[in-house]
């Protein structure tokens, strides 16, 4: 099977822009997460996305948000973009059976 | 609230030796799953050991084995035979029935040759 895959794998905005990151989990798994990682923070939980609907949600501002399509691929989005959204964006896709998460290659965002 | 924590941030070892890396965590629930992961520098997050908390055998994994304390809510992980290819940010992890993951801070593990 293939693993989780995630576009863009890099991506430079400015301040004020939005910027949308796509997530697509292993075939069958029904779950997303998403993450963000900065050197400071560690990973940060931002949300879960389970058959299309919003199951758990991080303590984040309402600038990131996200969804999720029939087919189980997730996006998320960032609007109004500042600085210190510069991290690396995780998706996670989850096994039901194994309880078991399997993360993606991330997604690097620079923000000047 | 559910908690992890690993309270060694940095940790080294030499080649071919062991080196065990701490997790402690919080819940009051009684059915859950413990996880490591490994991300090298390629930032590309790896599973590398899971336990079942209602298993009292420790998961081994090749050269990875766990040492799960469930009435202490200890989970450390041991690496035997340290390889160059282990230097890595170690992360310990658990989920309660289905629901969020909670991650701990990490570990930053280098060996050294």
């Known amino acids: 099977k293939a693993g989780v895959t995630q576009t863009p794998r890099y991506l430079i905005k400015t301040r004020g822009q939005q910027v949308t990151l796509s997530c697509s989990p292993i075939?069958?798994?029904?779950?997303v997460s998403w993450y963000q990682q900065t050197p400071g923070q560690g990973l940060q939980f931002l949300f879960e996305y389970f058959s299309e609907t919003q199951r758990n949600k991080g303590n984040f501002p309402g600038r990131f948000s996200g969804r999720q399509f029939s087919n189980s691929r997730s996006e998320m989005n960032v609007s109004t973009l500042e600085l210190g959204d510069s991290a690396l964006y995780l998706c996670?896709?989850?096994?039901?059976?194994?309880?078991?998460?399997?993360f993606g290659p991330g997604t690097r965002l620079l923000v000047l | 609230a559910q908690t992890v924590t690993q309270s060694q941030p940095e940790m080294s070892v030499q080649e071919a030796e062991t080196v065990t890396l701490s997790c402690t965590y919080d819940?009051?629930?009684?059915?859950?799953?413990l996880f490591w992961y490994k991300q090298p520098p390629s930032r590309q997050m790896i599973l590398v050991i899971r336990?079942?908390?209602?298993?009292?055998q420790n998961a081994t994994e090749n050269r990875f084995s766990v040492n799960f304390q469930k009435a202490a809510k200890s989970f450390s992980l041991k690496i035997s035979d340290s390889q160059l290819g282990d230097t890595a940010m170690y992360f310990c992890?658990?989920?309660?029935?289905?629901?969020?993951?909670?991650f701990g801070t990490g570990t930053s593990l280098t060996v050294i040759p």
């Open positions: 996670a896709s989850y096994r039901r059976d194994q309880e078991t998460q399997y």
């Open positions: 819940t009051s629930e009684s059915n859950y799953y």
């Open positions: 075939s069958g798994h029904r779950s």
């Open positions: 992890a658990f989920i309660l029935d289905g629901n969020q993951f909670y």
């Open positions: 336990q079942e908390a209602y298993k009292q």
